[in-house]
């Protein structure tokens, strides 16, 4: 055999099991891509709820230090209303009406008038 032929013949087993393994990774890559892809779909609800999360925990966030603020204004207003009622001077106090002892009037009886023995009766028509 020729040096030529026999190079011939070794260039196109190389170009074969070079053509073959390429085509093996080929599709082994292919198979990762779609896990890959089905991998990163299922990661996509999730980033989405983060992101719900993370604008929700601003919103909190930001409503808490409202809220906080209102308190400490709250606060201050009742100290300074507590400090005017501790420097005011005491209002004058009622005198309390005087007990008065209430006699009861006497009642006048009626008279019964005496019996005299005779009967009352209606009289008929």
């Known amino acids: 055999m020729d040096l030529e032929v026999m190079k011939q013949v070794f260039m196109e087993a190389l170009e074969a099991a070079v053509t073959s ?17 089905d991998l990163l779909g299922h990661f996509d609800p999730i980033y989405r709820r983060l992101e719900q999360n993370e604008a929700e925990f601003y919103v909190i966030k930001e409503t808490l230090k409202r809220m906080e603020n209102e308190y400490h204004a709250l606060k201050e207003m009742l100290n300074t209303i507590k400090g005017r009622l501790e420097t005011a001077p005491a209002p004058p106090t009622a005198a309390a009406p005087a007990k008065v002892a209430l006699k009861k009037a006497p009642v006048a009886k009626k008279k019964q008038p005496k019996p005299t023995g005779k009967r009352r009766t209606a009289k008929r028509k």
């Not at 393994?21 to 892809?37: C, G, H, M, W, Y």
């Open 21 to 37: 393994e390429l085509r093996k990774l080929k599709e082994r890559v292919n198979v990762v891509d779609r896990t890959e892809r």
